[in-house]
């Protein structure tokens, strides 16, 4: 659990502590949803963090709009059709069907960047899109960040 606050706390570098606070609130749900669908959790911390800024009430305009933590489209396979938005944006089900997602997108397409691509409605092109991108790059710098905070937190 640690290891999760302190990547969200790296990822999110605002001056409120009050958002601070709220992102962490979803971290066992992170946890939970990553050992169950063996998703990195780091991985779903960058992911969120792009999609939703950890804002849960996050909607775009259109009808099929993402929505939520995970940034989720009404109706779609992720969310097995789901079209009521207050469902789709409760955070344990859009969590829990956005790493579920994400892990399906991650088998059927071979990479990480690849699956990204996919989730955000691509297909599982080797090229990359600027979305996916951030999101893959965002997630290499929590990596490296957690490792860093990590390495200098072990004893000698």
Known sequence: MAEILLAIALVLPWPSVDRAERAQRFAPLILEASERYQVD????????ARESSFRQRIRGKSDRADVGLMGLRL????????????????PRFNIMRGVRCLARHVKRCGSVLRALNRYNGRRC????????R???????RIRELVEK????REPL
Not at 75 to 90: K, N, Q
Not at 149 to 152: C, H, M, N, Q, S
């Open 41 to 48: 959790a780091l991985l779903v911390v960058a992911l969120i």
């Open 75 to 90: 109706g779609d396979d992720c969310v097995d059709g789901e079209t009521d938005p207050a469902v789709v944006l409760a």
């Open 125 to 132: 092109s080797p090229k990359s899109w600027p979305h996916s």
């Open 134 to 140: 951030r999101i893959l790059a965002n997630y290499q």
């Open 149 to 152: 905070r990590v390495v200098i």
